[in-house]
């Protein structure tokens, strides 16, 4: 049986990294650079059989303490009194069982090291966005060969046929 796979995501970490989003939060647009993460991840929980867990620091949100699933992820908003790091901490080391493998991503090197220590792997937010953008080219890849051959199985030429098109249009092209 294999284990159940875990990421949890410190969500203002890797806002912080990945360039786009840390724009966003430097325009002041903050609840959209939280949007388009929980979209971006999303769309990866789609491909990869994983439990996705974002947390997300109350000091950017006082007042609120929620945690609600949303796109088929699990977002945590911390209580104020408590960080994310600590929350993530803590979190990783209850999930962290024979059964899971549990995989934090930030790059906050403290919070990595406390991480490992309890048995966890960690993924610094610059290589998980890296991670993220290869599964899509490698989609979109796999979608253009699809396409590709979905084009040639429906054409309603011969390859004879094809082939004397080809040289009529170089004809045309020369003259």
Known sequence: MAKKQIII????????????????????????????????????????????????????????????NVFDLEVVFTPEDQTADSYI??????????????TVVTSDQAEQWTI????????????????????KKEIDVDVKKHYDRQITRNSPWSDEQLLQLKEMMNKKDQS
């Open 89 to 102: 901490e803590a979190l990783s080391g209850e999930l962290n069982s024979p059964l899971n493998t549990v």
């Open 116 to 135: 490992f220590s309890r048995g966890a792997y960690r993924i610094p937010s610059s290589e998980f966005k890296t991670r993220i953008d290869n599964v």
């Open 9 to 68: 995501v410190d969500g203002y970490n890797v806002i912080g990294s990945w360039p786009n989003l840390s724009k966003l939060k430097n325009q002041n647009h903050l609840s959209q650079a939280r949007d388009e993460l929980l979209h971006v991840l999303a769309e990866y929980r789609k491909i990869e059989d994983v439990r996705m867990i974002v947390v997300f620091d109350a000091m950017y949100v006082p007042g609120v303490k929620e945690t609600f």
